[in-house]
């Protein structure tokens, strides 16, 4: 498991290794744990303060392609 950013000192984004379909990151830390479809960007699990949603989502809009990228790299 990685930590890929960090979010108001509280909140971790993870990639994990050999995890299941459909591609997907977590998002960890406080009372949240949360779950994001990499090829939607959707909250698929969970559930996350909306300022914190926000944030997250526009990063996940950034890094995108290299989160899939390594999320494919690490289920080999």
């Not at 509280?10 to 994990?16: E, G, I, P, T, W």
């Not at 392609?65 to 690490?74: D, F, G, M, Q």
């Amino acid at each position: 498991m990685t930590t890929k950013q960090r979010f108001r000192n509280k909140y971790r984004l993870q990639l994990r290794e050999k995890d299941h379909e459909p591609m997907h990151v977590h998002l960890v830390g406080g009372e949240v744990n949360a779950k994001f479809d990499l090829a939607t960007l959707e909250l698929v699990a969970g559930s996350v303060p909306a300022g914190v949603l926000a944030e997250v989502t526009a990063w996940l809009q950034l890094n995108q392609t290299a989160l899939i990228e390594e999320w494919k790299s690490w289920q080999k």
